[in-house]
Nanobody, 127 residues
Framework: QVQLVQSGGGLVQPGASLRLSCAASGRSFSGYTVGWFRQAPGKERDFVAAISWSDGNIHYANSLKGRFTISRDKAKNTVYLHMNNLEPEDTAVYFC????????????????????WGQGTQVTVSS
């Protein structure tokens, strides 16, 4: 099974930008769907974005589309989440996740569709 290694979290001020990384360890993301989720204290784990590795097809949560960008670097076997104009409400633990195959659109926001998960990284937005 693929192992996911996350990096890039931290403490930033409102309005700042931050890029999170999710690297595949041991094997590539070839044929996978890779997603980002976040979980704020006391809340459920929510979908952020997903990308199909093979064709680059992207799916965003409606509330985040326009501020967050998901991308992939095939040479580095890495998926990124670039977050712009961060707000205190974005404070959460961010997780990357992967599923073998190209998930259909309706399955991409579902945490149960992703068997493999990264360790999570804290993003805190505070003045």
């Amino acid at each position: 099974q693929v192992q996911l290694v996350q990096s890039g979290g931290g403490l930033v001020q409102p309005g700042a930008s931050l890029r999170l990384s999710c690297a595949a360890s041991g094997r590539s993301f070839s044929g996978y769907t890779v997603g980002w989720f976040r979980q704020a204290p006391g809340k459920e784990r929510d979908f952020v974005a997903a990308i199909s590795w093979s064709d680059g097809n992207i799916h965003y949560a409606n509330s985040l589309k326009g501020r967050f960008t998901i991308s992939r670097d095939k040479a580095k076997n890495t998926v990124y989440l670039h977050m712009n104009n961060l707000e205190p409400e974005d404070t959460a633990v961010y997780f990357c996740a992967a599923a073998a195959g190209r998930l259909i659109l309706s399955s991409r926001p579902n945490t149960r569709a992703y068997p493999f998960w990264g360790q999570g990284t804290q993003v805190t937005v505070s003045s």
